[in-house]
């Protein structure tokens, strides 16, 4: 009979994976759903520790039709501080904090402005293999948005007076791919 040389993981589902391949190191991350928008959407994470990580997501859209008569153009930048939990250290607890601009003309009245806020982010990374995991997550808390309302006559933007708006709820949400580089 062959004698196997005995590594000590034998006995351990294929799913269960290396604690090291789960903890710190940098990951490029890139959020499906806001891709799925036509909104492109990149960002870090850097695990310090295997209970802390530090993330930083960006998204940005420049989108015109209708002769331009319609507009969705956007940018975001969003640093979250996460403690994750667990034996596996797969579900996390977060602060995000979310700060951008926007302009919006979907119909004859467009939107443009600055919004910020932040909230408390909740989530789960699913392992799929040693590089790459699903995270799943959501976002609650507050967003303000500060913006000016135009409407576009013989081509040239006309304002229409500035508002405010307070937003408490969902701030966040996203199935993000997460590719460990390192």
């Known amino acids: 009979e062959e004698t196997k040389a005995s590594s000590g993981q034998e006995n351990q589902p294929e799913s269960v994976l290396p604690a090291s391949s789960t903890t710190l190191g940098l990951s490029l991350r890139a959020n499906l759903l806001r891709w799925a928008t036509l909104t492109p959407d990149l960002g870090l994470e850097w695990r310090i520790c295997?209970?802390?990580?530090?993330?930083?997501?960006?998204?940005?859209?420049?989108?015109s039709w209708s002769d331009k008569d319609r507009r969705y153009a956007l940018w975001e930048v969003a640093p979250e501080v996460r403690y994750y939990m667990g034996e596996k250290k797969a579900w996390y607890l977060g602060a995000m904090f979310k700060a951008g601009q926007f302009n919006y003309k979907l119909?004859?009245?467009?939107?443009?402005?600055?919004?910020?806020?932040?909230?408390?982010?909740?989530?789960?990374?699913?392992?799929?293999?040693?590089?790459?995991?699903?995270?799943?997550?959501?976002?609650?808390?507050?967003?303000?948005?500060?913006?000016?309302?135009?409407?576009?006559?013989?081509?040239?933007?006309?304002?229409?007076?500035?508002?405010?708006?307070?937003?408490?709820?969902?701030?966040?949400?996203?199935?993000?791919?997460?590719?460990?580089?390192?």
Do not use: C
């Open 107 to 182: 119909s004859e009245t467009g939107k443009q402005g600055d919004l910020m806020g932040g909230g408390i982010t909740a989530g789960h990374q699913l392992r799929l293999n040693k590089a790459l995991a699903l995270d799943f997550n959501l976002g609650l808390g507050y967003l303000n948005a500060d913006y000016e309302k135009y409407e576009v006559i013989d081509g040239v933007r006309v304002r229409h007076g500035n508002e405010t708006k307070d937003w408490w709820g969902p701030i966040n949400a996203g199935v993000t791919l997460v590719w460990k580089l390192f």
């Open 50 to 63: 295997p209970s802390w990580g530090i993330a930083v997501n960006g998204s940005w859209t420049s989108w």
